[in-house]
């Protein structure tokens, strides 16, 4: 819209004697100063304590704000705190509460707030029942505002491993309706959300990093899967469209849209559900590890854009990777052929495969896994299923033989592994082991970083070990931006931030 300027004139009784009285109207917002993001995940929580699926994470990382937020290169900084002291023992948390902050309801953030959004994250306010909504947080025993704008968290054990759970977001105190109408400190508020449809975010005016965002508003419209996406990126109706594979990438006009790629940090795996038979005989998920080519998977999921994984973690995490069991599970038949007769199924069996039809990476790649597992006898097979359903029946209610999915985390190592424990609400592979237990809960408690390196290591030697399931590959995110926009940053994790993208200049 142009800019529309009135002016007011009254005439005197004197022809040449103008008066204007009145100037410029504000400035309206560009009707075009807007991203529309494609998105092919549903939507289903909007509350930060609650949220469980990437894809929701994603949108909400735009509303809500934590005392620490990654960036773009996976650095953890101060962002509603501007410092945090902890104690010697890593059993105190001391922040010191950014002034300046306003919720999107115009309220001023205040240390109040802050107690009653970490204490309702780790089970502690009044009417909770003490289960920690953010199960990283249950070791949190009290959080109380000390003095000079800090609060203090304390916790019941030594954790060294928590400050990047304290991305929580943080809401109002009181707050009861994140869920309908989530209220945060970030830089878009939360609009509409239309069921299948889209979510919409407005511009906060009032957010504290002056002169962000640059948007006036984001869409986050639903698309069926991959090939939906790319039909809406042809005919311009979404601007920006992530994890790509690199042969869609390529069909797109370069003309009108960056391809712009970085690590993802995920770990794309076939989950065996390790309570079930004969996925609960070692031998068998060995033999289904020795049958497989990565390689070859990535080639025809990723166009070869993606890392080879032996076990659970990611090379992005540096030291805390164990480089020395890359290669374990390098295809070899005859082993695997040899494995399967010893656990009696020389001939075979037939399994199912339940994915989430709206990645198509996880398809192909379920379709890939049933020709290369023919090898040993092994018949999957593949049942398609949408988002809703496959959080519902495999993730949340572990009832599935195998499944082809991206695990996804914070960047922590910590994060990566801890649900791998046989407690853990995150064990959706039915997974046991009681010595990995024993390390993990070593692990928050150790200062030295050498030594915490070498629990890592042997946590993951364990896993590869017990061959808990098939890890594939950290595939690239790909992700396509309209030439339109500018300032777009793909994240080694799973987050759309739209508070630097804007309109290119003209």
């Known amino acids: ?66 005392l620490y937020k990654f960036d773009n290169e996976g650095n953890l900084n101060p962002c509603l705190a501007t410092d945090v002291e902890i104690s010697e023992d890593a059993s105190v948390y001391t922040f010191k509460i950014r002034e300046g902050v306003k919720f999107h309801d115009g309220t001023d953030l205040d240390p109040i707030d802050v107690v009653y959004s970490l204490k309702r994250a780790a089970g502690l306010n009044e009417g909770q029942d003490g289960t920690a909504l953010v199960r990283e947080l249950d070791s949190v025993k009290d959080v109380q505002i000390t003095s000079d704008n800090r609060v203090e968290v304390t916790l019941e054990e030594s954790n060294s491993e928590l400050l990047s759970y304290f991305t929580t977001g943080i809401i109002p105190e009181g707050y009861d309706n994140c869920q309908n109408a989530p209220v945060g400190t970030g830089p878009f508020k939360f609009d509409s959300y239309t069921p299948g449809q889209s979510v919409i975010l407005v511009k906060n005016d009032n957010y504290w990093q002056k002169g962000l965002p640059y948007l006036d508003k984001v869409t986050f419209k639903v698309c069926a899967d991959m090939d ?148 040993i006898g092994i018949n999957l097979e593949i049942k398609q299923v949408d988002w809703a359903t496959w959080l519902d029946t495999v993730y949340t209610g572990r009832q599935y033989e195998t499944t082809v999915i991206a695990l996804t985390s914070t960047y922590a190592p910590y994060d990566v592994l801890e649900r791998y424990q046989t407690e853990s609400g995150g064990n959706f592979i039915n997974y046991s082991n009681s010595k990995v237990d024993e390390l993990m809960a070593r692990i928050p408690g150790t200062i030295d970083e050498n030594e915490k390196v070498s629990l890592y290591h042997q946590v993951l030697g364990i896993l590869t070990d017990d061959a808990c399931s098939v890890y594939i590959q950290d595939p690239t995110t790909i992700t396509a931006v309209s030439t339109r926009l500018e300032g777009y940053h793909v994240y080694p994790m799973y987050v759309q931030d739209m508070s630097q993208v804007k309109l290119v200049s003209n």
């Not at 109706?237 to 390529?250: E, G, V």
């Not at 659970?312 to 007769?341: H, R, V």
């Open 228 to 375: 939906a996406g790319l039909t809406e990126l042809a005919n311009g109706s979404i601007d920006i469209f992530p994890y790509l594979t690199s042969d869609r990438a390529k069909q797109l006009d370069s003309s009108k849209y960056n391809i712009l790629s970085n690590g993802s940090n995920m770990v794309q795996i076939f989950a065996l559900n390790n309570a079930v038979e004969p996925l609960n005989d070692l031998r068998v998920r060995q033999a289904i590890n020795y049958a497989i080519n990565r390689k070859d998977i990535i080639s025809v999921t990723m166009d070869g854009a993606g890392v080879e994984l032996t076990t659970a973690m990611s090379p992005a995490m540096g030291s805390y990777y164990d480089t020395s069991l890359d290669g374990t599970f390098d295809q070899n038949l005859e082993k695997a052929k040899s494995l399967m007769a010893d656990a009696g199924y020389e001939n075979g069996f037939d399994i199912t495969c339940t994915v989430p039809s709206s990645y198509l990476i996880h398809v192909n790649t379920a379709v890939e896994l049933a020709s290369e597992l023919k090898a």
């Open 1 to 66: 819209m142009n800019r529309i300027t009135r002016f007011i004139a009254i005439a005197s009784v004197f022809a040449l004697m103008v008066s204007v009285l009145a100037g410029c109207t504000k400035k309206p917002a560009d009707a075009n100063n807007f991203a529309v993001v494609g998105i092919t995940q549903e939507p289903g929580i909007f509350d930060p304590h609650t949220v469980v699926a990437a894809g929701d994470e994603e949108i909400i990382f735009n509303i809500y704000e934590g």
